[in-house]
Nanobody, 114 residues
């Protein structure tokens, strides 16, 4: 299967914004729950946000009110809009599906620093 392709990361100052994108195959996108995860140096990978194909959305407490996950069915793309970024948001961000084993892309680095 084709792995997801993440993009949109970069270096941003505290309080800034970034929008991450993840392109997946149409069959996976339309049939599965999609999610964003992140892994900071020395820490385990954690779930950031999840959206089911029925539109149900959940966020980690640490990002509620600041991050927004969305799906574009025309582009088979999952987005993560990140606002009011903090240094603690620094991590490699990955998109995946909790429904599929070993379904990981290369990730995209987000660094929040002044």
């Amino acid at each position: 299967q084709v792995q997801p392709v993440e993009s949109g990361g970069g270096l941003v100052q505290p309080g800034g914004s970034l929008r991450l994108s993840c392109v997946v195959s149409r069959s996976i996108f339309s049939s599965n729950t999609m999610a964003w995860y992140r892994q900071a140096p020395g820490k385990q990978r954690e779930l950031v946000a999840v959206t089911t194909r029925f539109g149900r959305i959940n966020y980690a407490d640490s990002v509620k009110g600041r991050f927004t996950i969305s799906r574009d069915y025309a582009k088979n793309t999952v987005y993560l809009q990140m606002n009011s970024l903090k240094p603690d948001d620094t991590a490699v961000y990955y998109c995946s599906s909790p429904d599929i084993q070993n379904y990981w892309g290369q990730g995209t680095q987000v660094t929040v620093s002044s």
